[in-house]
């Protein structure tokens, strides 16, 4: 859980850092450090869901290759 911690607070640094220096906004670094991650959380999610139809598949194409044997 640590680390977990630790990753979040370098990705909110960054996040901030970065709008900072190419905006000069520390209101927009701000704001964007706390949109980012979150709106990656939901991307993450669905990027997994589309991973398990994929995996489903690949396991479906691979049972039905054995029956045909």
């Not at 901030?16 to 959380?41: D, H, Q, R």
């Amino acid at each position: 859980m640590i680390k977990t911690a630790t990753f979040a607070v370098v990705h909110f640094s960054v996040a901030f850092s970065v709008t900072c220096l190419l905006t000069g906004s520390w209101v927009l670094g701000g704001l964007i450090a706390m949109l980012e991650p979150t709106v990656n959380t939901v991307a993450y999610f669905f990027h997994e869901k589309a991973w398990e139809c994929v995996s489903r598949r690949r396991q479906q194409r691979s049972d039905g290759l054995r029956g045909v044997a």
